[in-house]
């Protein structure tokens, strides 16, 4: 793989700044802020009143815990525009999240709210390696969802060439990457495998590929991935993280000179990691549930929103900036089965550590008369004993997760593909 360390004289001033500088603009943008949503978002002076706060009570940045947490369901029930703190007028965007159950959350952007997010995908793909001139192959899916049109832009901001190929058409990808020879990829990791598969099948070699780094995100992805995409490409492959009630891609990302987690972009979004069952703040270094307030969105900004996400807040390394470790899943997507806690992360690690397996799988849950029973759907590789390879699985799930499941081996092909976000869990525990 080649050394794609950025030359640090085309970073972003404030990437590099004393924590005692970011913190003062942090201070001045959150007063800003807090001040703005009081006035023009009836959700937040509601919200305030009822907790007693005034932006006035915000004197440091400790304060802010003071003040009340924002949910989905918040932004549900001011569906659809009346977490706007601009007149509709001034929008020039909305993205929305598909939302499994009832309505979606949309979320709108002014046009400096745009440009900013446009500098932060650029500033998270020079941290990957990527410069001005570079072209970028852009399999994130465009449309309501924030990953391509938020890709799209920060590619252009950066001054590179984007090929806006968004998901699916695997075949296509592969020709394309093929024959425009982009440097960069950014997609999904679980659709990347997708790519992968796709490369065997049209007897190329995956490691002759141009690709020199992937941006991976959307989706939780481990360690183990990281090894499993830069072995079979010969790339690197770093993290991208957003939502997009915060902005969408963009909000952190991992330096490719370091690979130690993502670096929140802490000019623009303030972190904190909380209890997910109390709520109670928690000191960097303990995992929790990440909240994020955003210090510079105009069309909708968010007071400390509740994300879901699983995480650990770490000291900054290549940049001052804080990082966030690996997300390890989602609050909602934890599986708990028979009083043990289990993410769809933790399977994946051990799938990928299991010989003889591809590196496909998914999760279903049923019911067998009082019992929840976990089955872990699998493929064995071409060329090995699938069957054998089942019982390993189980055992390594027993031993190092610390619960009892069904491994069932599927033939090549047999377990669902990703065409952007994987669905890792099935739960049929309902029907
Ligand atoms: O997934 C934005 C995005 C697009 C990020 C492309 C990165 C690349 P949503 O559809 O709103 O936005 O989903 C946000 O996806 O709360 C996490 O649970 C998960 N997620 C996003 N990035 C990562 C990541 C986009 N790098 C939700 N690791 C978030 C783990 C991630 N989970």
């Not at 525009?81 to 979606?104: D, N, Q, W």
């Not at 952007?109 to 410069?131: F, M, N, Q, S």
């Not at 000191?283 to 929790?288: H, Q, V, Y």
């Not at 290549?318 to 769809?344: E, Q, W, Y």
């Amino acid at each position: 793989m080649k050394d794609l360390t950025p030359d640090p004289a085309t970073l972003d001033p404030i990437e590099t700044a004393p924590r005692a500088e970011l913190e003062k603009l942090q201070l001045q943008r959150l007063k800003q802020t807090l001040e703005r949503v009081y006035e023009a978002v009836p959700t937040y002076r509601r919200k305030f009143d009822a907790a007693g706060v005034t932006p006035d009570d915000l004197r440091a940045l400790g304060d802010l815990a003071r003040f009340p947490f924002t949910t989905k369901e918040d932004l549900r029930a001011a569906y659809p525009f009346g977490m706007f703190a601009v007149p509709r007028e001034r929008i020039r965007r909305v993205h929305a999240s598909s939302g499994t159950t009832g309505k979606p959350t949309v979320v709108g952007y002014t046009a400096g709210d745009i440009e900013i997010w446009a500098d932060l995908v650029a500033r998270c793909l020079r941290a990957a390696g990527v410069r001005r001139g570079d072209i970028v192959h852009n399999a994130y899916g465009y449309g309501l969802f924030t990953g391509g049109l938020g890709a799209h832009y920060g590619i252009e901001k950066l001054g590179a060439t984007v090929i806006p190929m968004s998901g699916g058409q695997t075949a296509r990808q592969v020709q394309l990457i093929e024959d425009f020879r982009p440097k960069a990829i950014m997609v999904t990791p679980s659709y990347m495998l997708n790519i992968l598969e796709e490369y065997v099948r049209q007897g190329l070699d995956p490691r002759a590929c141009p690709l020199e780094v992937g941006i991976f995100g959307a989706e939780p992805w481990t360690p183990a991935m990281r090894a499993e995409i830069e072995a079979a490409f010969d790339m690197h492959a770093v993290d991208i993280y957003g939502l997009s009630e915060v902005m969408g891609p963009g909000v952190a990302q991992e330096a490719v000179d370091t690979k130690d987690g993502l670096h929140i972009w802490e000019d623009h979004f303030l972190p904190e990691i909380v209890d997910p069952e109390t709520g109670e703040p928690r000191p960097d270094g303990t995992e929790g549930e990440l909240v994020f307030t955003t210090l510079t969105k105009e069309g909708m900004p968010v007071i400390r929103y509740r994300t879901r996400d699983l995480t650990t807040l770490m000291p900054g390394t290549a940049r001052t900036h804080r990082r966030m470790a690996k997300v390890t899943g989602r609050s909602d997507d934890m599986i708990i089965l028979r009083g043990v806690n289990v993410f769809p992360t933790q399977i994946e690690e051990r799938v990928l550590a299991t010989p003889g397996l591809a590196p496909y799988f998914q999760i279903e849950l049923i019911r067998e008369g009082p019992r929840d029973v976990m089955r872990v759907h699998v493929e064995g590789l071409p060329d090995a004993d699938g069957a054998a390879c089942g019982p390993v699985l189980e055992r390594s799930i027993k031993e190092m997760v610390g619960v009892s499941c069904a491994v069932l081996v599927a033939a090549p092909g047999g377990v669902e593909r990703s065409q952007g976000k994987a669905r890792r869990v099935v739960d049929k525990r309902g029907a």
